[in-house]
């Protein structure tokens, strides 16, 4: 045992230094304070419903009907009890308080890596601290992105396992890869894990190219056989996450459109509008080195400090108005504010270290192993397609070609794999000096060119900052137009304050320009000395990694610090009801819906799904048919028909002078079930749309004719002299009691989703379909009878005895790997 700790003294020290690094970041969390993050607090709204029926039953539905008339609880909250990643990630999330569990993955992950490329352990500190500390991992934490936080977490182990399988190292290789990638996948984040792949299939490639040229094939094709085996088993540890989420992404807003009228809808996949609407300016890609390049966030925190240029053109032509009321009226209503990329607003640059953009450079001068070239043009190429609209030359191919790349959003986000080469690179470059391969002139000659190219683009920032960047918005002349129109025509005022705000977005670039040319001669100073002998091994790489965590933290804390942090308590009660949340709660019907127009656009945000279940909310995988229905009944005006048929009982206004909130009851809500007194029967989507435009819905059922089959009019009455009724709610079992002389058609105001939903009539399974575009409907026989929906999707319950079987697997594997491992240790040492 003592050995044992004499060998790892150094790891424990430096995993220890890495715990008190993220206490010390997150020190709110030693007081008993969370985050505030927006996207969770969205999330708690809209796991309301299922958190409430897991807290009475101790197991969470598999359907909510809190947003969008209903939905599968795929993407919201699902328990996969069986999937033993499921305890992984609970394990990360319930040991520390968030967010230090997630830093820690990052930090941990990334240091595993580094020890497995062989690197010196307080090297690979410094590399792990450059990853963990890249400012995009941190303004995700303070959006609330968790999942995709934890996804980029495991990219590290993921490769440092590839990497050992390459090696030969097959068993624990593949037992280990099975492992990060299974928890990788139930991170739930597929956006994240598809990006990852990219560069994973390019580093196959150059590894396949190397094996050709080397005659070591065989080699090459044993290692692949190993990695496919790890991730095939982690896919069946996931079986239950990935079956549910591909049979439900085909019915989303990433699947098939079902109309045909609308040109401007893809045939398959997001609007590509959509899609690129967050891409990375070409310019902003300077903000890796100088993160204020750009102005930083979607903020005026710099703008409105008494000595800024901005408060002061403001003060001087608008006397008699408080500065920073007009600063921020003129960054809501004319969206000008410290940014002035092209993004729609943004949390903060992809800031990757002036350090590390040092040695990323000198990287690239010196090291002679293959992956300089996977890391550098895998770079170029996410690079490329981080632009989306602003270079689709490329993006566009991929777009309309690739498998799958159609159905993300914000590809921006694909500079996270860039923000985990970036320090890879930057580390190995150290290692090979280190190893002593080169003359120590050639190294001190092109760590200077590395510096004179990196200091070189500062120092132009810092004496003529306008000579390659405009600091002005694309819209600058209609900007300039709106607020001349606002200062009553006053368009000398208009263009003193608007220079007033290039001034000050000059003086933030000039500002980081300064600081990033002193982060650069450090670390010049630093590697020079080491490559010179003139300081220990040890002690530079220590000074690297403090001044890495330095820099990188310094520029984090403008996103992420003290003031995100509240009281658990004002968090849990950070949803208050209102006079009218209260009085629709005391209605005793257990399945309406309300309508609230009171937020602006109502399909944006989940906040009243805290209260009620909603016609409205907020979620990137909403349902395609309801998707339309929102787009072609709802947004030019308000399909009153359509509020009927989705048993809309209430609708909330807010008086735009008093701010008063209002509650109007909606008499014409058909109810829970009703029955029709006749079907009209179209031909696709389009006229179905197009006939719930005008309809009465509680007589009239609008349904495709290829459901035609699935009814017989001789035996229908009218309904009028029968009742259904639902006599018991839960979100993914529904019963109701029906009587009726003649067989008849009842519509149900719930979505319909054939992809597990099941219609039972006294417990013997029947047939139904679809009508008014979402709902559901059925034929009834005669007679009083017990009818129940249940959500009992096979890709759910049959994908978790497959995630159980790959779970075993996993636990078998793993310990057979280390169990070999360890037996190979023993005969090498004998």
Not at 22 to 50: R, T
Not at 210 to 228: C, D, Q
Not at 384 to 394: A, D, T, W
Not at 502 to 512: E, K, M, N, S, Y
Request: proline fraction near 3%; charge should be positive.
């Amino acid at each position: 045992m003592n050995n044992w700790f004499k060998n790892n003294g150094t790891h424990i020290a430096i995993i220890a230094i890495f715990v008190v690094i993220c206490f010390a970041y997150f020190s709110p969390v030693l007081q008993g304070k969370a985050p505030q993050q927006g996207d969770v607090l969205q999330a708690k709204a809209m796991q309301k419903e299922i958190m409430d029926v897991k807290e009475s039953t101790g197991k969470g539905p598999l359907w909510t009907n809190q947003m969008f008339g209903g939905m599968p609880a795929y993407q919201i909250w699902v328990q996969y009890p069986l999937n033993i990643t499921t305890y992984g990630i609970d394990v990360i999330k319930g040991v520390f308080p968030d967010p230090v569990g997630t830093v820690l993955v990052y930090l941990l992950g990334a240091y595993l890596l580094f020890c497995v490329l062989k690197v010196n352990p307080w090297l690979a500190a410094a590399g792990a601290i450059a990853f963990a500390f890249t400012s995009y991992n941190f303004i995700i934490i303070a959006a609330g992105h968790s999942n995709k936080a934890l996804a980029i977490g495991f990219f590290a182990p993921i490769l440092a396992s590839i990497i050992l399988v390459l090696r030969g190292r097959y068993l624990v290789g593949a037992s280990l890869l099975a492992l990060f990638m299974a928890l990788e996948i139930r991170s739930n984040h597929i956006q994240m894990t598809y990006y990852l792949f990219i560069a994973l299939f390019i580093l196959a490639c150059i590894e396949f190219y190397h094996a050709v040229k080397t005659k070591h094939l065989a080699v090459f094709g044993k290692s692949i056989a190993y990695i496919f085996a790890g991730l095939f088993l982690s896919i069946l540890v996931n079986a239950g996450t990935l079956w549910t989420t591909y049979e439900y992404g085909k019915e989303t807003i990433r699947g098939k459109s079902n109309l045909t009228t609308d040109k401007a809808e893809p045939a398959n996949g997001l609007d590509r509008e959509y899609a690129y609407q967050w891409s990375q300016g070409v310019g902003e890609s300077f903000s890796f080195l100088i993160p204020n390049i750009y102005g930083g966030a979607s903020s005026i925190d710099e703008m409105i400090k008494p000595e800024s240029n901005t408060y002061k053109a403001v003060e001087k032509n608008l006397q008699g108005v408080d500065p920073r009321q007009a600063i921020g009226y003129v960054a809501q209503n004319l969206g000008t504010n410290q940014y002035w990329g092209n993004k729609p607003g943004t949390s903060g640059p992809y800031y990757f270290g002036a350090v590390i953009c040092l040695l990323f450079v000198f990287g690239l001068f010196i090291v002679k192993h293959r992956w300089k070239w996977w890391i550098f043009g895998t770079s170029i190429l996410l690079l490329f397609l981080s632009f989306g609209q602003n270079f689709p030359l490329i993006s566009d191919i991929f777009f309309n070609y690739l498998p799958m790349y159609n159905k993300f959003r914000a590809v921006e986000s694909i500079l996270a794999v860039v923000g985990f080469l970036a320090p890879l690179l930057a580390i190995l470059a150290i290692k090979e000096a280190q190893e002593g391969r080169y003359e120590q002139k050639y190294l001190v000659q092109r760590l200077t060119w590395s510096a004179g190219i990196t200091g070189g683009i500062a120092l132009i920032i810092v004496i003529i900052p306008t000579a390659f960047f405009s600091f002005t918005q694309a819209n600058q002349a209609q900007v300039l137009d709106a607020l001349t129109q606002t200062l009553q025509n006053n368009r000398g005022a208009a263009m003193e304050i608007l220079n007033g705000i290039i001034a000050d977005r000059v003086a933030l670039a000039r500002a980081d320009a300064l600081r990033t040319l002193l982060f650069i001669a450090i670390g010049f100073g630093i590697t020079w000395a080491f490559i010179t002998k003139k300081m220990n091994m040890q002690l530079a790489f220590g000074l690297l990694a403090l001044f890495v965590l330095i820099d990188l933290w310094q520029v984090d804390r403008r996103y992420l610090n003290n003031q995100n942090f509240v009281s658990k308590s004002d968090l849990d009660n950070h949803y208050q009801p209102r006079d009218v949340d209260n009085f629709i709660s005391a209605d005793k019907d257990p399945n309406f819906r309300v309508f609230d127009m009171s937020l602006g656009d109502p399909f944006k945000s989940a906040e009243t799904s805290y209260f009620h279940k909603t016609v409205g909310g907020f979620h990137s995988a909403r349902l395609k048919r309801f998707q339309e229905l929102v787009d072609n009944q709802m947004t030019k005006s308000i399909n009153q028909d359509v509020l009927d048929m989705l048993n809309t009982k209430y609708i909330i206004t807010q008086d735009q002078k008093t701010g008063s909130y209002k509650m109007q009851r909606n008499p014409t809500a058909c109810g829970n079930a009703w029955f029709v007194e006749s079907v009209q029967y179209v031909k696709n989507a389009d006229e179905e749309m197009k006939a719930i435009s005008s309809f009465d819905a509680k007589k009239e059922a609008i349904v495709d004719q290829s459901y035609k089959g699935m009814m017989n009019s001789k035996l229908l009455g009218t309904g009028q002299e029968g009742f259904i009724k639902l006599t018991n709610y839960n979100p993914d079992h529904l019963t109701y009691e029906y009587s009726t002389a003649k067989d008849v058609i009842a519509v149900f105001s719930e979505i319909y989703y054939n992809k597990g939903w099941k219609m039972y009539i006294d417990g013997v399974e029947k047939p139904y379909f679809r009508a008014d575009y979402v709902l559901r409907a059925a034929q009834l026989e005669a007679g009083n009878h017990k009818l129940e929906f249940i959500f009992y999707p096979n890709s759910y319950y049959t994908g978790e005895k497959i995630s159980l079987a790959g779970s075993v697997l996993l636990v078998l594997g793993l310990g057979f790997g280390f169990y070999s491992e360890n037996k190979k240790k023993k005969v090498v040492k004998a």
